[in-house]
Each structure stands twice: as structure tokens, then as C-alpha cells.
RNA sequence: CGGGGUGUAGCGCAGCCCGGUUAGCGCACCUGCUUUGGGAGCAGGGGGUCCCAAGUUCGAAUCUUGGUACCCCGACCA
């Protein structure tokens, strides 16, 4: 048991704030609601921005950069979309201070105040579609595919450090077609970008499914998304890809004179994952002993920890680590020699476990004569003595295979916990176990929302490879052709 | 915005009810020595506007009033 970490089974949340803290990934700060992003914590961050940015490009899309800062006219241009946002706005009203009358503090300058207040991007749909405007005239100006990566700022009632936070850190792709049909499609090909990466880099089984019209995007058609389910049983909403229709196109009068010579509105699509991914990914995989990272989005992969008595024996045992570590680097692998000798063996043991190394050597003088490594797996805590000749092939096997079993352990587990309910007194009795629960519904937001009312529950997707089958639905008993998923959500 | 709670060293807390030496404890930190195969031991040391302001008093971390910040529960939330 690790020292002064919360165990799941007692304080979930409190398990939560411990490995966040404790395991350096992040800090608070003296604004409400704002997160420090520590070098551990950002360094995975770099992680997954370089993996997805990687698959952005590789289909098809570039990227820019536009302002943080928004006309507030902008927002109320698309009607659900200020619907959706105005309550979380940060707002731009002054743009200069000056000495207050004592001298004693700054003040904001009455005489300073803008003619029209900027607020601060909570998304960027409308500065970007605002730009599009001029940059679109024919169908030959199509499709526009560009991604940018930014902070945004959501005034927050209650926050938690990645999962929500007032600023965070996210990439928002923004693209402009010619037809419904090729947004639409854009729209399912960067969903499934975000699945293919959830569960090849973060090894997070994510279901792919669509939003209901109460839970969609203010200002799309259509939000598609993938859900994961965490060790608690909650669901967790880890990205996002709307169809946005003609909306933006109309409310920032974007057209384009098609191949037949008629104006036509464009047709977007938007999508986005942000900082959130790494609450994810340690409420996934983590345990009471502190992190468990997937080795591809390990900030290290593999820490050697020597036990040596002295100097000299140090010297003896990095001198016969070192070729292992250039063998490991030339193959990729990230590795760090822990020579710190104001701590001990134990010590460290402990921390590079909190931190979540997926892979440690342990070496002494009796391995060292006996040509032999200590080699401890972080996600099942296994220990094996392993020959120090080799060894390098035998840690590039073991990261893949940490990879691949702990996407393994979560899909187990998941599977495990999706329970299917046909009955109302059965869902409410089965929506206290954790886990998602799989019924029908009618289809209606009355419906969705009565049971939020009562259960806390929300529908968080219609899965998209569902099966077609007639039943009746849970809470009104109307006709219903397939099975939704509800959950607690975070 | 409603209900509850808490502000004392970097962190976690005691002291406050019942005012009175130099404000204390654990962890962390610094120095030295001994240690090193699962969170080391001993010795010495540094660090405080006791949240802020006003008041009561010979005297306030402690009592009174006002303010403020944060946390939890609710409301709210892609």
C-alpha cells in the first residue's frame, strides 16, 4: 500500500486527487478552478498531442491559429450555440489599468472600456467560421480541413483538476465541405480517429456512439462520440465529433457558388479532445499503489534503479547498464539510470510506482555477478530475474505486452459492468451497482430527461454498431428499435 | 446562488471552549556521520504577517464584529 494515497474502495475522488497531486502530473493554483500542468503531467500531454497531431496530418488536415479572444457579437450569431456557452463566458471589458488614487494598488481604468467586450473562446467556432467567410467563394475553395491547437476558458461552477477545469488545454478540428454527405463522413473518420487512438495509445476501450439531442453540441446536428468507463463505474465522455450542418455556414453567411453555378451554404464539421484524456487515463489503468501509464504515453518507460554500496560500486553498475540503455534508445524506448544516491532502493522503488514507469530494473552486485537483472512490470507488480544478456528484446516485448494487457484489463472490466435492463424497477436498482447499463428507450428527451431526474443518469451514446431489435422502452413502456446506453457521467 | 465546514511553517494538524513565558507536533527541508536488494538511523539546524481589518483588554492564535479565501453537499455543466 502506498504511503499517503486514498485507496480506490474508500475515496474514489480522494484516489483521484492523490495520484494527480502526489504523482506530479499536476498542481492547483491560485485561481479558482485554473490547474498547474507539471513537467510529468504535461510530458504526457506532449504525448498524446504528438500521436494525434501525427494522425490529423496523416488524414488530411492542417494546422493554424486563431484568437483567443472573441467579439462577443460573434456568439450570439448561431442562436443554440450562445444558448449553450453565455453562461460560462469569461468577458473582456477593459483593456488597460492604472494606479488607484493612494498608490497602494492597480485598478482597472473607467476610461479604458471597449466599445464592443471580447470574450474569451470557449470554443472557436464563430471567430473561425467568421474567417471562413473570406475564404470561401467556390467550390474549388473546398474542403477546408484545419485543426488548432489551444487553451479555452469555461467559467465552471465546479471543477476537478483535468476532468474539468475553468482553462484547458485542447485541439479543435473546424472543417468546411461542399456536401452534407462528405461533412458527415469527415465527421465519422475523425471519430474514429479518436477511438483508434484512445485505444491503441491510451489502451481506453471507448464505445463509439451518438449523442441524443439533449446531450448534443449547442449548434450541431449531430455529436458523435466515444464513451469510456472508468474504474468507478462512470462514464466518461472522451471526445467529441459534431455534424454541424449549414448552421455556421448560415449564421455567418458562408457561401459558395457550386459547380452548377448556384450559391449553396457550406457544410462543417467540428471535433475536439482536450487535457481531459488525462484524467481518463489515469482513472482507467491506475491502483492504489499510484499511476499505471501506457508505455506510448509513458513520459519514461523504463527506470534502472542500482543498489550500490559506494561510489565505486555505483560507477560499476552504470558502466554495465550504459550499452543496455543505448540499445533500449536506439529501439526507441525511453530509460533513465536513477543514480540519486540521497535515496534509497526502497524509496524509489515507491516513487517510480506512484509515477507509473511502466517498467523497472533493479541491479545490484549480486546480479552484476551473476549477469543477471531484477525486471518488475508496473501493471501487474510481477518480478522476474531475468539474464542481463538480451534483455533489451526482452523489455521491448514486455512494453507491448503491458500495453496490450492493461487495454485488456480495462475491457474486461468494462465488458463486465455493461448490464442490459428491461424493466424500470430493474434500472433502478441496477444504476446503483457501478457499471453502464444497456436499455431501450422511446426516443424522446422528455423520456431522457424524467430519467436524469430521478436516477442521475444520462443516456451517453447510441452506439453506432448497434444491434436493430424491437423492444419497448424502459421508463415509458413505448415502442423501441434498439438499446441505448445510460450511465453517471463525469 | 442555498446549506455545512475550514483558514496556525512547504504539506497534514494540535492549541482556541476557559486570553498570560520564546506558538507546538508529525512529515518534508538543510548540515554531518553511518547506511543502501521495498518508503533508513542518529545528532544538530533553518523556517511563522497564527487569513485580513477593526474592536474589547495591562495583554489576543484564543473573546466580539465585519470582510475574505478555499473545501464539501446541492443547484449548474458537451
Given at each position: 500500500?502506498?504511503?499517503?494515497?486514498?485507496?480506490?474502495?474508500?475515496?474514489?475522488?480522494?484516489?483521484?486527487?492523490?495520484?494527480?497531486?502526489?504523482?506530479?502530473?499536476?498542481?492547483?493554483?491560485?485561481?479558482?478552478?485554473?490547474?498547474?500542468?507539471?513537467?510529468?503531467?504535461?510530458?504526457?500531454?506532449?504525448?498524446?498531442?504528438?500521436?494525434?497531431?501525427?494522425?490529423?496530418?496523416?488524414?488530411?488536415?492542417?494546422?493554424?491559429?486563431?484568437?483567443?479572444?472573441?467579439?462577443?457579437?460573434?456568439?450570439?450569431?448561431?442562436?443554440?450555440?450562445?444558448?449553450?456557452?453565455?453562461?460560462?463566458?469569461?468577458?473582456?471589458?477593459?483593456?488597460?489599468?492604472?494606479?488607484?488614487?493612494?498608490?497602494?494598488?492597480?485598478?482597472?481604468?473607467?476610461?479604458?472600456?471597449?466599445?464592443?467586450?471580447?470574450?474569451?473562446?470557449?470554443?472557436?467556432?464563430?471567430?473561425?467560421?467568421?474567417?471562413?467567410?473570406?475564404?470561401?467563394?467556390?467550390?474549388?475553395?473546398?474542403p477546408i480541413l484545419i485543426n488548432q491547437w489551444a487553451?479555452?476558458?469555461?467559467?465552471?461552477?465546479?471543477?476537478?483538476?483535468?476532468?474539468?477545469?475553468?482553462?484547458?488545454?485542447?485541439?479543435?478540428?473546424?472543417?468546411?465541405?461542399?456536401?452534407?454527405?462528405?461533412?458527415?463522413?469527415?465527421?465519422?473518420?475523425?471519430?474514429?480517429?479518436?477511438?483508434?487512438?484512445?485505444?491503441?495509445?491510451?489502451?481506453?476501450?471507448?464505445?463509439?456512439?451518438?449523442?441524443?439531442?439533449?446531450?448534443?453540441?449547442?449548434?450541431?446536428?449531430?455529436?458523435?462520440?466515444?464513451?469510456?468507463?472508468?474504474?468507478?463505474?462512470?462514464?466518461?465522455?472522451?471526445?467529441?465529433?459534431?455534424?454541424?450542418?449549414?448552421?455556421?455556414?448560415?449564421?455567418?453567411?458562408?457561401?459558395?457558388?457550386?459547380?452548377?453555378?448556384?450559391?449553396?451554404?457550406?457544410?462543417?464539421?467540428?471535433?475536439?479532445?482536450?487535457?481531459?484524456?488525462?484524467?481518463?487515463?489515469?482513472?482507467?489503468?491506475?491502483?492504489?499503489?499510484?499511476?499505471?501509464?501506457?508505455?506510448?504515453?509513458?513520459?519514461?518507460?523504463?527506470?534502472?534503479?542500482?543498489?550500490?554500496?559506494?561510489?565505486?560500486?555505483?560507477?560499476?553498475?552504470f558502466e554495465k547498464c550504459e550499452p543496455l540503455m543505448?540499445?533500449?534508445?536506439?529501439?526507441?524506448?525511453?530509460?533513465?539510470?536513477?543514480?540519486?544516491?540521497?535515496?534509497?532502493?526502497?524509496?524509489?522503488?515507491?516513487?517510480?510506482?506512484?509515477?507509473?514507469?511502466?517498467?523497472?530494473?533493479?541491479?545490484?552486485?549480486?546480479?552484476?555477478?551473476?549477469?543477471?537483472?531484477?525486471?518488475?512490470?508496473?501493471?501487474?507488480?510481477?518480478?522476474?530475474?531475468?539474464?542481463?544478456?538480451?534483455?533489451?528484446?526482452?523489455?521491448?516485448?514486455?512494453?507491448?505486452?503491458?500495453?496490450?494487457?492493461?487495454?485488456?484489463?480495462?475491457?474486461?472490466?468494462?465488458?463486465?459492468?455493461?448490464?442490459?435492463?428491461?424493466?424500470?424497477?430493474?434500472?433502478?436498482?441496477?444504476?446503483?451497482?457501478?457499471?453502464?447499463?444497456?436499455?431501450?428507450?422511446?426516443?424522446?428527451?422528455?423520456?431522457?430527461?424524467?430519467?436524469?431526474?430521478?436516477?442521475?443518469?444520462?443516456?451517453?451514446?447510441?452506439?453506432?454498431?448497434?444491434?436493430?431489435?424491437?423492444?419497448?422502452?424502459?421508463?415509458?413502456?413505448?415502442?423501441?428499435?434498439?438499446?441505448?446506453?445510460?450511465?453517471?457521467?463525469?
Open positions: 500500500m502506498a504511503k499517503d494515497i486514498a485507496s480506490r474502495v474508500n475515496d474514489y475522488s480522494q484516489w483521484y486527487n492523490d495520484l494527480v497531486i502526489k504523482g506530479g502530473l499536476a498542481d492547483y493554483s491560485s485561481v479558482r478552478g485554473c490547474m498547474v500542468i507539471k513537467p510529468y503531467g504535461y510530458a504526457i500531454w506532449e504525448h498524446m498531442r504528438d500521436a494525434l497531431d501525427k494522425m490529423f496530418k496523416d488524414t488530411g488536415h492542417v494546422n493554424a491559429y486563431f484568437p483567443l479572444l472573441i467579439p462577443k457579437s460573434f456568439l450570439s450569431k448561431e442562436a443554440s450555440h450562445v444558448d449553450g456557452f453565455a453562461k460560462e463566458c469569461a468577458v473582456v471589458t477593459h483593456y488597460r489599468l492604472k494606479n488607484s488614487a493612494d498608490g497602494k494598488s492597480v485598478i482597472v481604468d473607467p476610461d479604458a472600456k471597449l466599445e464592443e467586450e471580447l470574450i474569451i473562446r470557449p470554443t472557436s467556432e464563430t471567430i473561425i467560421w467568421n474567417s471562413y467567410k473570406n475564404w470561401i467563394q467556390s467550390y474549388r475553395d473546398l487553451n479555452v476558458v469555461r467559467w465552471e461552477m465546479r471543477t476537478r483538476l483535468f476532468l474539468r477545469t475553468a482553462e484547458f488545454l485542447w485541439q479543435e478540428g473546424h472543417t468546411a465541405h461542399a456536401t452534407a454527405s462528405e461533412a458527415i463522413a469527415e465527421t465519422e473518420k475523425m471519430l474514429d480517429v479518436y477511438a483508434t487512438f484512445a485505444e491503441e495509445f491510451m489502451a481506453l476501450p471507448v464505445i463509439r456512439g451518438k449523442k441524443s439531442a439533449n446531450e448534443r453540441f449547442a449548434g450541431a446536428l449531430d455529436t458523435y462520440c466515444i464513451e469510456a468507463m472508468m474504474q468507478d463505474g462512470q462514464a466518461l465522455q472522451a471526445g467529441t465529433s459534431h455534424f454541424l450542418g449549414q448552421n455556421f455556414a448560415k449564421a455567418f453567411d458562408v457561401q459558395f457558388l457550386n459547380k452548377e453555378g448556384k450559391q449553396e451554404y457550406v457544410w462543417a464539421s467540428s471535433w475536439g479532445v482536450s487535457t481531459r484524456l488525462i484524467g481518463a487515463l489515469i482513472m482507467a489503468h491506475s491502483d492504489d499503489d499510484g499511476l499505471v501509464l501506457p508505455p506510448k504515453l509513458a513520459p519514461l518507460q523504463v527506470v534502472i534503479v542500482p543498489i550500490a554500496k559506494g561510489e565505486e560500486e555505483m560507477k560499476k553498475l543505448q540499445e533500449l534508445k536506439a529501439k526507441g524506448i525511453s530509460v533513465k539510470f536513477d543514480d540519486d544516491d540521497t535515496k534509497r532502493p526502497g524509496f524509489k522503488f515507491a516513487e517510480h510506482e506512484l509515477k507509473g514507469v511502466p517498467v523497472r530494473l533493479a541491479m545490484g552486485m549480486r546480479d552484476y555477478e551473476a549477469g543477471t537483472v531484477e525486471v518488475a512490470r508496473r501493471d501487474t507488480k510481477e518480478k522476474s530475474s531475468q539474464p542481463f544478456n538480451g534483455v533489451a528484446g526482452y523489455i521491448e516485448n514486455l512494453l507491448k505486452e503491458i500495453q496490450q494487457n492493461i487495454f485488456n484489463k480495462a475491457k474486461a472490466f468494462r465488458d463486465s459492468h455493461i448490464r442490459q435492463v428491461n424493466s424500470w424497477e430493474d434500472f433502478l436498482k441496477q444504476i446503483e451497482a457501478p457499471g453502464f447499463i444497456s436499455a431501450h428507450w422511446d426516443g424522446t428527451p422528455e423520456t431522457e430527461e424524467k430519467i436524469k431526474e430521478l436516477t442521475k443518469a444520462t443516456i451517453r451514446c447510441i452506439p453506432l454498431d448497434n444491434k436493430q431489435e424491437n423492444g419497448t422502452c424502459v421508463f415509458s413502456g413505448k415502442p423501441s428499435k434498439e438499446r441505448v446506453i445510460f450511465a453517471r457521467a463525469y
